[in-house]
């Protein structure tokens, strides 16, 4: 006597975690373009700042000649992990969530020593922020497998 194999479904996607994912993935994925591009490119743009052409606009971007280059390097490789996290995610696996909340602890972890510390400001909006989307995609870690 054969038995046949039980077919397990598959777990539908929440709507919910479908538009955290969409905005991690916009989210991340500029984040990882911009800072690569400024790690890449960054004594460019540092020239342009100094040149004025931000100040003529209105725009304050002296901070960003002061912070290190690798800021920008180790920030864009750790938005690619956040990015595969949550490819990860949106494929409801759970491993997704572990990788892009370790990204943005990280994340944060990196931006208090290139930037916050050095101005003494703490960094309140970012640890909001990420905080809520990491609380966010926790709700869902149940559904992902």
């Known amino acids: 006597m054969t038995e046949e194999p039980v077919e397990v479904p598959k777990p539908v996607r929440p709507q919910a975690l479908t538009i955290l994912c969409w905005l991690s993935f916009f989210g991340s994925g500029l984040g990882a373009v911009s800072n690569l591009f400024f790690y890449l490119f960054h004594n460019q743009v540092i020239e342009v700042i100094e040149s004025g052409v ?39 696996k759970r491993v ?29 909006f970012d640890l909001m922020f990420s905080g809520l989307f990491v609380l966010l995609y926790l709700r869902f870690k149940d559904v992902m497998r």
């Not at 209105?58 to 938005?79: C, E, N, P, R, W």
Request: hydrophobic share 50%; charged share 10%.
């Open 96 to 124: 997704g969530f572990h990788m892009y909340a370790i990204s943005q602890f990280l994340m944060l972890i990196i931006s208090t020593v290139y930037i916050y510390r050095p101005s003494g400001v703490f960094p309140t």
């Open 54 to 92: 931000y100040k003529d606009m209105g725009f304050d971007m002296t901070m960003i000649s002061s912070v290190s280059k690798y800021y920008f390097l180790l920030t864009g490789l750790l938005q690619i992990v956040a990015f595969t996290g949550v490819r990860q995610m949106f494929d409801l």
